[in-house]
């Protein structure tokens, strides 16, 4: 088991390595001059030079790119180019309503969307598997800006129940949170239901078509029991998958969703330094996305090994 477990997390180092060769030339080779936007418009060649030379600009993509990773394993991300404050507390500030979001939006997706897909799939082919069904296509559907903007008009401009904008943490107290975070976080929601609404669907039609299940129905057991026991429970990799991605997802922070709800997160963070070009801020961003990614799948993969007797070691 351990040693299982140890590969495991050894394939990982491969794959953050890929990922962080990909960012560093991306953003190196794309268009744009970060010391141009630091100098500004009327700032001489000699000024340019001296600033590429301050951020290291002009040295070799190699040693620029060993001194990035160097940093990273010593714990420093570097300084961000604009505002000159280390990156990871720039992240740090702005990862909590982030993370707040995105576990308030995944509790509501669950507790709506697994339910659904068990009654769609127990109703296959009646009017309660279209409506499910064509709900799930209108969340597809619908862009999130449009999802957000009519809650917005609904809930606090017509009704005033809400505020429209704004954000408190949870140290404010529950109730001033799910005041600012509930629209936003139903705005989120609305495609995850969706999504999780179709594979909890799908994944129970396959195991609702079982022997055992066929078996336990002859021997009398309860219907709620077989749906929500027997069948979800075995149905569960495949939902779990699809959270555990769309939990990375929403931590990566949705930048439509903060910027209309005038949230601080690591959405609107990663926008405003791609703006700006700075590096360090955008290259410590999306690595830190794709080891979360690389996180939550390892942990979905080693749960699997956990709990599915058909894996060997």
Not at 39 to 68: C, F, H, S
Not at 72 to 91: K, M, N, P, Q
Not at 103 to 122: F, S
């Amino acid at each position: 088991m351990l040693s299982y477990i140890f590969k495991r997390v050894l394939s990982v180092v491969p794959v953050l390595f890929l990922v962080s060769v990909f960012v560093f030339l991306m953003l190196r080779l794309t268009p744009g001059d970060p010391a141009a936007i630091l100098a500004g418009d009327n700032a001489t060649p000699e000024t340019l030079q001296r600033i590429r030379d301050a951020m290291g600009l002009n040295e070799p993509l190699l040693t620029q790119y060993v001194k990035w990773i160097a940093g990273i394993l010593r714990g420093d991300f570097g300084t961000s180019l604009i505002s000159g404050v280390e990156v990871l507390d720039l992240v740090a500030k702005r990862v909590g309503p982030s993370i707040s979001l995105a576990v308030l939006t995944i509790i509501i997706a669950v507790l709506v969307a697994i339910p659904m897909g068990v009654i769609a799939a127990w109703k296959h082919r009646s009017w309660v598997d279209y409506l499910v069904m064509s709900f799930s296509v209108l969340g597809f559907s619908v862009p999130l800006f449009l999802v957000g903007y009519v809650l917005l008009l609904v809930f606090s401009v017509k009704l005033g129940w809400l505020p429209p904008q704004g954000f408190k943490p949870l140290s404010a107290g529950i109730a001033p949170f799910l005041e600012r975070a509930i629209l936003p976080a139903l705005t989120l929601a609305s495609i995850y239901i969706a999504l999780i609404a179709r594979m909890t669907r799908a994944a129970m039609l396959d195991v609702l078509n079982e022997d055992y299940i066929r078996t336990a129905r002859a021997k009398g057991v309860g219907e709620r029991r077989i749906l929500f026991v027997h069948a979800l429970k075995n149905a569960a990799v495949p939902i779990a998958t699809i959270v555990g991605a769309g939990f990375a997802l929403l931590i990566s922070g949705v930048v439509v969703t903060e910027t209309i709800f005038n949230i601080p997160g690591i959405g609107r963070l990663t926008v405003d330094a791609v703006l700006a070009r700075d590096y360090p801020v955008i290259q410590a961003l999306i690595l830190l996305t794709a080891s979360v990614y690389v996180a939550i799948n390892l942990l979905i993969d080693l749960s699997y090994s956990l709990f599915d007797p058909r894996i060997r070691y």
